[in-house]
């Protein structure tokens, strides 16, 4: 088996973005993990911080492939008051028996990348294999694409696939829009 499969959680499209990114790059399969009780306005993000301050484990809704069916999972998230997003919390307990590899990409506007780090490595009882950190501007003016990338092809490495061949970035790849 050799085989990476991507899980992302976004709630306003920037780790969506990310994740499409690094997915079709590479020729991962691409999974979505969504709250069972949708987010949106004030009192959505109000549940966000709260799931941060109190370390909540959010009911999610996840359709995509099975985890331990692959040699890698990348998980790909944002960060909320400076934690890592409830869902994507959830995700990691309820598969942390499954998830043979991990590695980690964190989206955010400053800072928290490194206490979500942490949590992976608490409730996996492993650090991820390769972590990298994106600043929300970086993902949607395109400036991080680049190191997205090259993180994808350090994984693949790492886990003995073959590197996905270079192939320029189109205009697509850089100005599509972020879909919410
Ligand atoms: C409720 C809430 C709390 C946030 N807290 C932080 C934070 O503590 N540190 C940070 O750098 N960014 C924070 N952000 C910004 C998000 O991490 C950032 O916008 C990220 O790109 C969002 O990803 P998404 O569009 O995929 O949901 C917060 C965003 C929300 C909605």
Known sequence: MNSTLVVFYSYSGTCRRAAQLLASH???????????????GFMGDLRCVLDSMLRRRPAIRYEGAAPADFDAVVIVSPIWAYQMAGPMRTFLAENAGRL??????????????????????????????LTAEFLTREIQDGSGTTRLLAFGEALASASGTQAPPHRALTEADISQPITH
């Open 26 to 40: 590479c020729g991962w399969p691409l999974a979505e993990i969504r709250d069972a009780r949708p987010r949106a």
């Open 100 to 129: 043979r590899r991990l590695a980690q990409v964190t989206v955010m506007n400053a800072a928290g990348a490194s206490n979500a780090v942490g949590e992976a490595t608490r409730l996996l009882q492993r650090a991820p294999v």
